[in-house]
């Protein structure tokens, strides 16, 4: 029997049925880098494009062209303010992995893995 158990700690294990996402390792940063610049390209193609459009319209007296233009640029900025918002995300499931993944020694207080069997400080078993 664990020993968190035994001292009147309730130990809360994963839904049944549901996949860790963390169970592999720790969240990937080149994932996140090839979303970032994927929506950075197409922010600044978006932007481009209304550009173009709202040249083209206000030029030709056409107002469905500056309108399409306008809001292709808010199309724009908004995959613009996404990419902070997904690094913040990102940091933060990346601390709650280290967070999940490691203990802290009772006797020493220093961390190691959950998986190591003794902790590497003080060789007390974890």
């Known amino acids: 029997m664990d020993e968190r158990a035994s001292a ?8 049944a049925g549901i996949k860790d996402p963390y169970a592999d ?4 940063w080149g994932k996140l880098d090839l ?3 994927l929506l950075a390209g197409l922010a600044f193609m978006a932007l481009f494009f209304a550009f173009g459009l709202f040249l083209g319209g206000s030029l030709s007296g ?3 062209m500056v309108i399409v233009s306008l809001v292709l640029a808010a199309a724009g900025i908004i995959m613009l303010a996404m990419r902070p918002l997904l690094l913040r995300r990102h940091r933060r499931q990346v601390t709650r992995w280290r967070e999940d993944n490691h203990v802290q020694c009772q006797y020493c207080g220093g ?3 959950r ?3 003794q902790c590497r400080f003080c060789g007390a078993p974890l």
């Open 25 to 28: 390792g720790p969240p990937e």
């Open 115 to 117: 998986s190591d069997h």
């Open 111 to 113: 961390t190691g893995h």
């Open 8 to 15: 009147g700690h309730e130990i809360i294990g994963p839904a």
């Open 35 to 37: 979303q970032r610049m």
């Open 62 to 64: 056409m107002q469905g």
